[in-house]
């Protein structure tokens, strides 16, 4: 009897016990209390950094990337071709004779790029040479029998205006030919898909640059220069430094370098002009220039000149002083390049 009763208690325990855990399933009780979860930290957002680079023919810095393959062309400089357009943009402009004391400019851009440039003007054997050596895009209309052969064999990458003159090539009509061909940047990449050509940047320029007034820079004080090719005033160029803008405007045969379509005068942080063996080698007074050797320079920047020599360093041309490549201000550059006859000595005027 006695194991009956504990029997029939057990039945009842357990029965209530099943429906007290129903109970609470139905009310949504947990049967264990919950354990705290520790809270995730918010995540922090990434800030994409501020990517600063150095434009490599100027020493400028801004918002990159200046990874685009440079573009040099080839301006007419003669009197009916000016004012030239887009001279302004160019990082550096190579001044050169094509042929007697006429002189051509030979313009590199990379940091920026103009929407037109021109007049453009005919080819030179040692055009194309500094095109290679600084592995540009060559831009030209026309060419000499020496710079034709080495377009020829393709040792670089170029368009001229005697295959598309009328579609790649515009012709102004304010002008007379061959004073009056240009060629818009949209174009010159054009060209570049046209030819299969790169138009990454994939070479280490050799220059170095230093701030306006981050350095004492010793030599004599030149406020004013004149450099001459013969005796044609019209190619005489002359530089005025600016002690408050700390650059040097240009003029040519008397009048102020500047923009046909904007008006903007040239300026310029350095003036270089190195000096190199010319020979006459036609009836036409084209030239053979030596732009290998080396020999001496003058520098001229943030009003003073420095006595330098200068050197092809892989082809490219850069100023030398005791201690290596001498430093070039920040900003845009000249070069002039003349005969070693008469020289530096009687092309190059200066005063404070």
Request: aromatic residues 8%; charged residues 20%; negative net charge.
């Amino acid at each position: 009897m006695k194991k009956w009763l504990i029997l029939l208690a057990l039945l009842i325990v357990a029965a209530v016990l099943i429906v007290w855990l129903v109970g609470r399933e139905q009310a949504g009780e947990p049967e264990m209390p919950a354990t705290p979860q520790t809270p995730e930290a918010p995540e922090t957002p990434e800030v994409p950094e501020e990517v600063l680079t150095t434009a490599p023919f100027t020493g400028m810095q801004g918002d990159g990337p200046y990874d685009s393959r440079a573009v040099m062309a080839v301006i007419n400089n003669h009197p009916a071709a000016r004012p030239q357009t887009g001279l302004v943009e160019a990082d550096m402009v190579f001044e050169l004779i094509a042929e007697y004391n006429i002189t051509r400019f030979l313009a590199l851009y990379q940091s920026q790029f103009p929407v037109n440039i021109g007049p453009v003007r005919s080819a030179r054997d040692y055009f194309v040479e500094l095109a290679d050596a600084y592995d540009a895009f060559f831009v030209a209309h026309g060419y000499s029998p020496e710079a034709k052969q080495l377009l020829d064999s393709g040792v670089v990458d170029h368009i001229n205006g005697m295959q598309y003159d009328g579609t790649l090539f515009k012709r102004s009509l304010d002008r007379v030919a061959p004073h009056n061909s240009y060629i818009t940047y949209e174009n010159v990449e054009l060209a570049m898909e046209m030819t299969d050509a790169s138009s990454n940047y994939s070479m280490k320029a050799p220059y170095t640059f230093s701030a306006p007034g981050s350095n004492d820079k010793l030599g004599e004080q030149a406020a004013s220069i004149e450099v001459t090719y013969g005796g044609d005033p019209l190619f005489a160029s002359t530089y005025t430094y600016d002690a408050e803008s700390q650059l040097y405007g240009r003029s040519s045969g008397g009048t102020a370098t500047a923009d046909k379509e904007t008006s903007q005068r040239i300026e310029v942080a350095n003036v270089l002009v190195i000096e190199t063996a010319h020979d006459t080698i036609d009836a036409k007074g084209r030239q053979e220039i030596d732009l290998t050797s080396g020999r001496q320079a003058l520098l001229f920047r943030e009003g003073i000149v420095q006595e330098i020599v200068w050197r092809a360093e892989n082809g490219m041309l850069v100023p030398v002083g005791e201690n290596g490549i001498t430093e070039l201000t920040q900003g845009k550059t000249w070069v002039h390049i003349i005969p070693d006859s008469p020289g530096i000595g009687q092309a190059v005027q200066y005063s404070p």
